[in-house]
């Protein structure tokens, strides 16, 4: 997988800046999909610091995407409902309906966006 | 000094007689040696007399050399202005030839040409004279079956009789003189003209209406086909990077990710306290999550948009969710 996304990297760097948004939408519909809404419940209640969660190989595959670009600022919580709405709306009504998901998914994103460097 | 007398003969080589005494006191030897010499002189003066003889021949005519070429070259006289002149007397000769070609040449193209006139005149006279005969012949055979019009107008003046009509009397006031009626016929007759004129104006302007709107919706549908085509093709390059993204993804997963997809389950909107999990909505049929200690949840299809309560009951078989149908 750093292969493919090492590969991609002059790719990333030509188009990436225009598509970013796209890009981390894609993977986070297939990420979230393979997520049960339990699991996520779950990481919610218990506070899950969910980039903690994660490989240390896939928080480098992260970072490799998110060098490539020069601002992560469209990346909060309303996007990142907005971008899993369509495919993964179970988990989306999760943190549009619920008071405590949505606190959650707003500190991921600061701790996320702080890892990478743009918080 | 001596005077020499001039007058005296002077002798110069006095004779001695003694001397001739001894000459002939002179040998034989001695003599036939004098004779030899004598005639050996002679002899040579012979040789070189013929010597000097010969060379004056040979000075005068050369004794031919065994091998002799024998030739000349004769370069001729040149003479520019007389060259000059020959030339231009040729190049005269030549135009007046040419041009008396010419001349006879177009004076057998007029005459081919009057000719060739004379033929389509004759051709022309001809036709015409057959039109007009042709002519004739139908006119005639016109006149035949049709009554002058003289007899015509007679006629209808004795049917206008007949019914009751009379002519009327040109003195008369409000009655119209001849011209006068051809006249208004003429001005009928030009309005029912114009009429016309203008129905087929107004029917060919309606036609290029009519065209011009077909046009237009052509166009317009041209182009909305386009703007669809490139709808769909913008579309296709947006989903381009979405589709990198979760081709990132899937690899990621491949690698180790969260495990495999449980089958979710349905919840309805009433849910028993502290549970959560997943429910349909009911308006449109999205999945919807809910949490638990949620008290509401929102359908996430933007078209719909939904907020439900959710109720709690209280569970006394200890199942956290509890199926509502």
């Given at each position: 997988m750093?292969?493919?996304?090492?590969?991609?990297?002059?790719f990333?760097?030509?188009?990436?800046?225009?598509f970013?948004?796209d890009?981390?939408?894609?993977?986070?519909?297939?990420?979230?999909k393979?997520?049960?809404v339990?699991v996520?419940i779950?990481h919610?209640?218990?506070?899950?610091?969910?980039?903690e969660?994660?490989p240390?190989?896939?928080q480098?595959?992260?970072?490799?995407?998110a060098?490539?670009l020069?601002?992560f600022?469209f990346f909060?919580?309303?996007?990142?409902i907005?971008?899993?709405r369509e495919?993964?709306p179970?988990?989306?009504?999760?943190f549009?309906g619920w008071?405590k998901?949505?606190?959650w998914?707003?500190?991921?994103?600061?701790?996320?966006k702080k890892?990478?460097?743009?918080g | 000094m001596?005077?020499?007398?001039?007058?005296?003969s002077?002798?110069?080589?006095?004779?001695?007689p003694?001397?001739?005494?001894d000459?002939?006191?002179?040998?034989?030897?001695?003599?036939?040696?004098?004779?030899a010499?004598?005639?050996r002189?002679?002899?040579?003066?012979?040789?070189?007399?013929?010597?000097?003889?010969?060379s004056?021949?040979?000075a005068?005519?050369?004794?031919?050399?065994p091998f002799q070429?024998k030739?000349s070259?004769n370069?001729?006289d040149i003479d520019?202005q007389?060259d000059?002149?020959e030339?231009?007397?040729a190049?005269?000769a030549e135009n007046a030839?040419?041009?008396?070609?010419?001349?006879e040449?177009?004076e057998?193209?007029?005459v081919v040409e009057?000719?060739?006139?004379?033929?389509?005149?004759?051709?022309?006279?001809k036709?015409?004279?057959q039109?007009?005969?042709?002519?004739?012949?139908?006119?005639?055979?016109?006149n035949?079956?049709?009554?002058?019009?003289?007899?015509?107008?007679?006629e209808?003046q004795?049917?206008?009789g007949v019914?009751?009509f009379q002519?009327p009397?040109?003195?008369?006031?409000?009655s119209?003189?001849v011209s006068?009626?051809?006249?208004?016929?003429?001005?009928?007759n030009?309005?029912?003209?114009?009429?016309?004129?203008?129905?087929?104006?107004?029917?060919?302007?309606?036609?290029?209406?009519?065209?011009?709107?077909?046009k237009d919706?052509?166009d317009?549908?041209?182009?909305?086909?386009?703007?669809?085509?490139?709808?769909?093709r913008?579309g296709?390059?947006?989903?381009?990077?979405?589709?990198v993204g979760?081709?990132?993804?899937?690899?990621?997963?491949?690698?180790g990710g969260?495990g495999?997809?449980?089958?979710?389950?349905?919840?309805?909107?009433?849910?028993a306290?502290g549970?959560?999990g997943e429910a349909?909505c009911?308006?449109c049929g999205?999945d919807i999550a809910i949490?638990?200690t949620?008290r509401?949840?929102v359908c996430?299809?933007?078209e719909?948009?939904a907020k439900l309560p959710?109720k709690?009951v209280?569970?006394e078989?200890?199942?956290?969710?509890?199926r509502?149908?």
């Amino acid at each position: 997988m750093t292969d493919v996304i090492h590969r991609l990297s002059p790719f990333i760097k030509g188009f990436g800046k225009q598509f970013a948004p796209d890009i981390l939408k894609g993977f986070l519909i297939n990420y979230l999909k393979s997520m049960p809404v339990k699991v996520i419940i779950k990481h919610v209640e218990a506070n899950v610091n969910f980039w903690e969660q994660l490989p240390i190989q896939k928080q480098q595959q992260f970072r490799t995407l998110a060098n490539n670009l020069d601002n992560f600022d469209f990346f909060t919580s309303e996007w990142f409902i907005n971008a899993i709405r369509e495919e993964v709306p179970a988990t989306a009504s999760l943190f549009i309906g619920w008071k405590k998901g949505s606190n959650w998914l707003d500190r991921q994103v600061k701790i996320i966006k702080k890892e990478l460097g743009f918080g | 000094m001596s005077v020499e007398d001039v007058y005296a003969s002077k002798v110069i080589n006095p004779t001695d007689p003694s001397v001739n005494k001894d000459q002939k006191k002179q040998t034989d030897s001695e003599y036939w040696d004098e004779r030899a010499k004598t005639e050996r002189a002679k002899r040579e003066y012979e040789e070189e007399s013929a010597m000097r003889t010969k060379s004056k021949d040979q000075a005068i005519n050369p004794p031919e050399p065994p091998f002799q070429f024998k030739g000349s070259i004769n370069m001729g006289d040149i003479d520019m202005q007389r060259d000059a002149r020959e030339a231009k007397e040729a190049t005269e000769a030549e135009n007046a030839r040419r041009d008396k070609e010419l001349k006879e040449e177009r004076e057998k193209r007029e005459v081919v040409e009057k000719e060739k006139h004379q033929l389509e005149l004759a051709g022309i006279q001809k036709d015409m004279n057959q039109k007009m005969e042709s002519l004739e012949k139908t006119i005639l055979a016109g006149n035949a079956n049709q009554k002058s019009i003289t007899t015509q107008i007679g006629e209808i003046q004795e049917l206008a009789g007949v019914l009751g009509f009379q002519r009327p009397d040109p003195t008369l006031a409000g009655s119209l003189d001849v011209s006068t009626r051809i006249e208004l016929i003429k001005l009928q007759n030009e309005n029912a003209r114009a009429e016309r004129e203008f129905k087929r104006e107004m029917r060919r302007e309606e036609r290029e209406y009519q065209r011009l709107m077909r046009k237009d919706d052509d166009d317009r549908h041209f182009q909305q086909g386009e703007a669809d085509r490139q709808a769909k093709r913008d579309g296709m390059f947006a989903k381009a990077p979405e589709m990198v993204g979760r081709a990132i993804a899937s690899g990621m997963m491949e690698g180790g990710g969260a495990g495999a997809k449980q089958k979710p389950q349905s919840y309805h909107l009433e849910a028993a306290a502290g549970a959560g999990g997943e429910a349909e909505c009911p308006y449109c049929g999205s999945d919807i999550a809910i949490g638990p200690t949620a008290r509401s949840a929102v359908c996430p299809n933007p078209e719909c948009g939904a907020k439900l309560p959710i109720k709690r009951v209280v569970e006394e078989t200890g199942e956290d969710d509890r199926r509502n149908s």
